[in-house]
């Protein structure tokens, strides 16, 4: 089936350093991907939506000059964290949609612990 | 890691309810969610679930936890074409501490 990866797994960074994650799709072309934040022990949070070419579309309250989002490809997305604090550690999950085949099935990532210190 | 499993599609008429299951993997899960995509965009939380509970209500949904099978589901009373989306469930290991989602079920809703 497809596979969606996420780079890094695990990310330690100082507070006011920039993160960037990265979300692929292996063998499909992902017109749209999804960037989610789960909180500990709470649920996902959509963060925004990411078309291939155009700006990403951000959820109400998310800072987007804090989580810039590129989608250059129609494989690859990134988010970037800037200016990271404390308080953006938090597992990030990106997902990404095939519409191939008629059929639209989404694929999630396995998702990427971030801890600013 | 964590499987979670859901059957592919359920189709359903108007006014009807509707079931849609999943089994877990992970006994250790803490929190199970249902979440709903409608087309075109991005999830949204529905519900969820403590794993020390064994039934949540919320309005028109019925969540159902059978720990000792690892089943979950999710009750709609009354459906609405409203409700058509894909439908997923997912777990929260505080084990792994991620979240592991279905592969989604696209209920269709029939006027």
């Known amino acids: 089936g497809a596979v969606v990866s996420q780079h890094p797994s695990w990310v330690i960074c100082k507070s006011g350093t920039s993160v960037k994650i990265e979300c692929r799709s292996l063998?499909?072309?992902?017109?749209?991907m999804f960037w989610y934040r789960q909180f500990p022990k709470q649920s996902l949070m959509l963060m925004a939506t990411?078309?291939?070419?155009?700006?990403?579309?951000?959820e109400q309250g998310v800072e987007k000059d804090k989580f810039l989002i590129n989608h250059a490809s129609l494989t690859l997305s990134t988010l970037t964290v800037t200016s990271a604090h404390p308080e953006d550690s938090s597992f990030y999950i990106c997902?990404?949609?095939?519409?191939?085949?008629?059929?639209?099935?989404?694929?999630f990532g396995p998702g990427t612990r971030l801890l600013v210190l | 890691g964590e499987d979670v499993e859901q059957s592919l599609f359920l189709s359903v008429r108007e006014g009807d309810s509707s079931v849609i299951n999943c089994t877990y993997t992970?006994?250790?899960?803490?929190?199970l969610y249902w979440y709903k995509q409608e087309p075109g965009a991005g999830l949204q939380l529905l519900t969820y679930?403590?794993?020390?509970?064994d039934m949540k209500q919320d309005q028109r949904l019925t969540v159902l936890l059978n720990k000792k099978d690892k089943h979950l589901s999710l009750r709609i009373a009354d459906t609405q074409t409203g409700d058509s989306a894909i439908y997923f469930c997912?777990?929260?290991?505080?084990?792994?501490?991620?979240?592991?989602f279905g592969t989604g079920t696209k209920l269709q809703v029939i006027p």
């Open positions: 063998d499909f072309q992902a017109t749209t």
């Open positions: 990411s078309n291939e070419g155009s700006k990403a579309t951000y």
């Open positions: 997912a777990g929260y290991s505080g084990g792994y501490q991620k979240v592991t």
């Open positions: 992970d006994s250790s899960s803490t929190y």
């Open positions: 679930i403590f794993s020390n509970m």
């Open positions: 997902s990404a949609r095939d519409g191939t085949g008629g059929e639209e099935t989404q694929y």
